[in-house]
């Protein structure tokens, strides 16, 4: 049942439509046999796939609502029957209970019902339960089957695409459009039916005549058309426009020169192999411009309609554009020289404003020109308000900061700016029309440009840029005696290896690095839409992660791209997973755990301490074991709940009647066993590293609680003496306590660039007579200093795009733990961008015998409806009362559980990565004084 209820939370986050796309996809992947792998152990969540846009995505909902539609009243009909399981309406009552209290747990329950009594497969019928709970979710009723029947009765069925079956093409007369009328619901059948108005037993799959061709389902049941997956064949909606440029017309310019290139036409007939291997494409399919160096060092070997000089280039680039349809896939492969010319759009740039640009063969003669950012952004935002899917590889410099020529004759850029005076009539478009969509392109953009200067933020397109713009891109020998650009190589050898399914962001993480490994002044860019297939319009969701950018077998050991600037600490750990998974809860494609032992600034070297689904002896890695690009997930949610303590015995030992001072480190380790909750801290030795706290026993015979850094903890004011009543059973207790309160004090989010982290905001203040928030200062530990009694506000902003669940807790000075806001509710709601001013004041007091202390209030935001409560703690010395057994409703109250568990807690505790995604905490810290 845990693997269905992944695969539900999973669902429960997508809507409607796409749930109704994702299940045209399944059921055509199963084709005419729905019963494929029908048992529930056989669930699989990596069967989810990325839905594609457009016509062939719109063809997946259409026919995912059809089949939902005839599923729906069968599943009504099973499980809305009088008694339908023989259990006396048990079963119904479950599912009832379980929606009352979360609509993914019903359709948890629902999904198994689904799969035993229709013979659907589990992923099939996991989606149908999600869509068949949200279609109640909308319906009024008093029990789940009256809310079920109303949300029958409301939903029109989509015509299908059959043309026997649409429903413009049925009788005009017939009341239910084509679908059962309310009589044949179960409650307005006769009531004398023994099956209740559903089918007897003999209905379900497996007691059906074992040779029928349709796995004991009706036969026309799902007669709606199945969809062709894509075959080689089939690529009449992709159109490449290849341009690679060895050879430069004598390019002797003022300012410099643009030396010829050995690998760029190489590129371009590489990228053209690919293509037309992988997409079967035809000639009409593949538009290419080259410039090949020959015998002749004034003349290439094409001629001139081939040659990519400004005029073709312009000329090709509308071709493509006009020819292609709606949804078409339009890949671009540039390989040659960036340059940088003196500007023609004063109004934009001014007088002494730079263009980039793309250097054509002929920019050494007279009249020739760049193809300019502006007329490249131009010719780009047609092809993007056509709705084109557009991918585009820049295997150049555009020379972003260059101020002297490069000598270097494997880098793509002049590295000078072209004075030159040149034309500024453009056959891309009129000034005004390229100023006024340079204008549009840039106007919320933070960064007027990106892509190394040549391109506005890319809006409706990928791309992949070669280098940034204060670097150069490079060509080199790779293979044999051929030269390529970095780019290019990699990028090709990366799509035979693994396959024209990459997903843009795979396929750029694993390049990227191997580039940089290869040429660390080089570092590749990807701007635009990157959630989406590298080839095509699938969008492809995942959780992003630090990625493996290299591998050094002989230290076994990865570095891993964190580093302190995304907050991560030496003994950091993270699983590596293969390369292209997608679905972290998938432990056959875990590889390796590892922990970082070089940190770095934005990159660290981890070694590796365990092996997973591989034989090796002592955890050694191997070549090929991990690859470049491979995901690596942080494991840890930044707590420790097993403390380890040491006891600092003064030298010489005190005399305290009643008590053996030599045996007290033998005594106090045995006490520890007899006291609940002792798992929660170990003794140790003075010398062991990492020691959490430190028990000291003073000259006057009292035991005081040190930090780490043997300072005594702040909030503990009085000491435990030697010889009092229970004295080791009380200081005992203080170590579980206090191991508890800090072990929910650390707790964090650390999982890297999660969707929520950062996204919560949390002040205190005070109101004005107007009653405006007046936010208070901080001082220099950044603490906020408060009198005690004295009253403030709190503010607390959603700055992420997703409703927030907020709750707030308060960690006192005496080491208690209580809900601080809202009060009468778990939580408060709070929309994106919006903000919590609590009309209520706080009044923060000091425990009693309290001169000052540090008051900590942490707040939580989830997705999901979260119960923090159980994280609460009396104050320091007064009874546990333990924690109270709480069931899990969601991924992160499974977590708070563990946090808490009584019996077994963890030295590393270690995050579900469907938790991660869904939950973040900030948290302020207060200094209160008398």
């Not at 079920?148 to 079956?165: A, C, F, H, R, V």
Request: hydrophobic residues 35%; charged residues 25%.
């Amino acid at each position: 049942m845990a693997d269905i209820n992944e695969l539900i939370e999973k669902l429960a986050e997508l809507d409607e439509e796409t749930l109704q796309a994702q299940l045209g996809m399944q059921v055509q992947s199963l084709e005419d046999n729905l019963t494929r792998g029908a048992s529930v152990e056989s669930i699989n969540i990596n069967t989810l796939t990325a839905v594609p846009r457009g016509p062939e995505g719109n063809k997946f909902i259409e026919f995912g609502q059809n089949f939902f539609q005839r599923l729906n009243g069968e599943a009504y009909d099973l499980l809305c029957g009088s008694d339908p399981f023989g259990d006396s309406g048990k079963t119904m009552e479950k599912i009832e209970d379980a929606y009352n209290d979360s609509s993914t747990k019903a359709a948890g329950l629902l999904t198994p019902l689904l799969v035993t009594n229709l013979g659907l497969a589990p992923t099939i019928a996991a989606i149908v339960a999600t869509l068949i709970v949200q279609k109640i979710a909308s319906a009024v009723g008093d029990t789940i089957c009256s809310m079920w029947q109303d949300s029958l009765d409301g939903y029109k069925p989509p015509e299908i695409e059959s043309e026997t079956s649409r429903s413009s093409d049925r009788p005009k007369d017939r009341k239910d459009g084509g679908r059962r009328e309310k009589t044949s619901m179960v409650s307005d059948r006769p009531k004398d039916r023994k099956d209740g108005g559903r089918r007897e037993k003999t209905s379900r799959v497996s007691d059906r005549p074992k040779d029928r061709k349709d796995g004991g389902r009706r036969e026309g049941t799902f007669d709606a058309p199945i969809l062709s997956p894509e075959t080689p064949n089939q690529t009449s909606n992709f159109h490449a426009l290849l341009i690679g440029i060895d050879f430069y017309f004598p390019h002797k310019l003022p300012d410099g020169n643009y030396r010829n290139l050995r690998g760029c036409v190489r590129d371009i007939n590489h990228v053209e192999t690919y293509l037309k291997n992988t997409f079967n494409l035809t000639p009409d399919q593949i538009i290419k411009l080259t410039a090949t160096a020959s015998d002749n060092p004034k003349q290439p070997k094409e001629t001139p309609e081939f040659l990519p000089t400004y005029e073709n280039i312009v000329a090709k680039f509308k071709e493509v554009t006009a020819k292609a349809k709606p949804q078409d896939q339009i890949y671009i492969h540039y390989s040659g020289h960036g340059g940088q010319a003196k500007t023609v759009f004063t109004d934009i740039k001014g007088i002494s404003g730079i263009d980039q640009g793309l250097v054509p063969t002929d920019i050494g003669q007279p009249n020739s020109n760049y193809l300019r950012d502006l007329e490249f952004a131009k010719l780009l935002q047609e092809m993007v308000e056509k709705e084109l899917v557009v991918t585009l590889v820049l295997d150049s410099c555009h020379s972003g900061g260059a101020t002297r020529e490069i000598e270097d004759d494997r880098v793509r850029a002049g590295g000078f700016i072209d004075m030159t005076p040149r034309q500024t009539d453009s056959l891309v478009a009129s000034l005004q029309q390229l100023e006024e969509n340079w204008n549009n392109s840039t106007a919320n953009s933070q960064t007027i440009t990106v892509a190394n200067g040549l391109l506005p933020e890319p809006k409706g397109y990928t791309l992949i840029a070669a280098c940034r713009d204060n670097e150069s891109a490079y060509e080199d020998v790779f293979e044999g005696t051929e030269r390529n650009g970095a780019l290019t190589y990699f990028l090709l050898k990366s799509l035979q290896e693994f396959g024209k399914e990459l997903s843009t962001e795979e396929l750029f993480n694993r390049i990227s690095n191997l580039i940089h490994n290869w040429q660390e002044k080089q570092t590749p860019m990807l701007i635009g839409e990157t959630k989406r297939s590298f080839f095509g319009s699938q969008f492809i969701v995942s959780t992003p992660t630090p990625t493996v950018m290299d591998v050094d077998v002989a230290k076994n050991r990865v570095k891993i791209q964190v580093g302190q600037a995304n907050g991560f600490k030496k003994g950091a750990e993270f699983e590596i997973f293969k390369f292209m998974t997608r679905d972290f809860q998938d432990s056959q494609n875990k590889i390796a755990t590892v922990k970082i032992v070089e940190l770095g600034a934005s990159d660290s070297w981890a070694e590796v301490t365990e092996l997973h689904n591989i034989r090796s002896i002592n955890n050694d890695l191997k070549v090929g074991m991990i690859e470049i690009g491979s995901p690596a997930v942080f494991i840890s949610p930044g707590v420790k709940q097993i403390r380890k303590v040491a006891l600092i015995l003064p030298d010489p030992l005190p005399e305290i009647p009643g008590v053996n001072v030599a045996l007290l480190p033998n005594i106090i380790a045995a006490k520890k066993e007899q006291v609940e909750g002792h798992r929660w801290i170990e003794f140790c030795s003075e010398t062991d590293k990492d020691i959490d706290y430190f028990v000291s026993l003073n000259a006057a015979g009292e035991y005081w609680v040190l930090d780490a850094e043997k300072e005594p903890i702040k909030n503990i004011i009085f000491p435990i003496k030697a010889d009092g009543p229970e004295a080791i059973q009380k200081l005992i207790n203080r170590l579980i306590h206090l191991a508890k309160y800090q072990n929910i004090l650390d707790l964090e989010n650390d999982v890297y660039f999660p969707e929520l982290n950062g996204k919560l905001k949390v002040e205190l203040g005070n109101k004005t007579k107007k009653g405006d928030f007046l936010p208070l200062e901080k001082n220099s530990n950044n603490l906020y200093e408060l009198e005690e009694d004295e009253q403030i506000f709190l503010r607390i902003h959603n700055q992420s795009n997703r409703t927030l669940n907020v709750t707030a807790l308060i960690l006192q000075a005496d080491l208690s733990i209580e809900k601080l806001y809202p009060e009468g509710a778990g939580y408060e709601v709070v929309e994106s961008g919006k903000k919590i001013e609590n009309d209520d004041d706080i009044t923060i007091s000091l425990p009693e015998n309290y001169q000052e202390g540090i008051d900590v209030i942490k707040v939580f935001a989830t997705l999901d409806a979260t119960n923090f409560q159980i994280l609460e703690l009396p104050a320091l010395d007064q009874s546990r009362k333990g924690f109270v057994n709480q069931q899990a409703t969601n991924a992160l109250e499974e977590l708070l559980v563990a946090i808490i568990d009584e019996n077994s807690p963890q030295r590393n505790m270690k995050m579900k990565t469907s938790a991660s995604r869904k939950w973040t905490t900030e948290k302020v810290e207060v200094l209160v004084r008398k």
